[in-house]
């Protein structure tokens, strides 16, 4: 007589992992819109619907890396393994959609703050997987 042992079925990871990555593009999108807001309502930025100076979408640029180096650490905290690749795949998304950006906006000008985004998504996803890594060691 054979006794088998059913191994149990592995959790499914995937809910959790769409929803880490949900969570990181979410807290980056809505921090980036509220900061655009709030530096309009100051009239630092025009409201005319120009795209605004070198120096205030430098600002506009700084900010938003900031932001989504916070994208990327909220997404290694909430995925649940592998939590620097989640990060680098947040980047990786980030940079789909900054240069579907890029490529609407070209005619606009400023075409070297639309690229700087494409660029620095994956850098600074990575830079924010990568603290969180590290703190919670």
């Known amino acids: 007589m054979t006794l088998s042992i059913a191994s149990p079925t592995p959790p499914r990871r995937w809910p959790r992992s769409v ?15 509220g900061a655009d807001a709030v530096l309009h309502a100051l009239n630092y ?18 900010y938003r890396t900031v932001f989504t ?5 909220i997404t290694a905290w909430l995925a649940p393994a592998n ?34 985004l494409a660029a620095l ?4 996803t990575t830079l924010g997987g990568w603290l969180f890594t590290r703190s919670a060691r």
């Open 45 to 62: 930025y025009p409201n005319d619907g120009t795209a605004g100076s070198d120096p205030q979408l430098a600002v506009a640029l700084a």
């Open 83 to 116: 939590r620097l690749r989640h990060a680098v795949i947040l980047g990786a998304i980030g940079t789909v959609f900054a240069v579907l950006g890029a490529i609407a906006m070209w005619s606009l000008g400023h075409n070297w703050y639309a690229i700087a």
């Open 19 to 33: 929803g880490a990555l949900v969570a990181g593009f979410a807290s980056v999108a809505i921090l980036s819109i």
């Open 121 to 124: 998504a994956v850098p600074s």
């Open 69 to 73: 180096v916070l994208g990327g650490l």
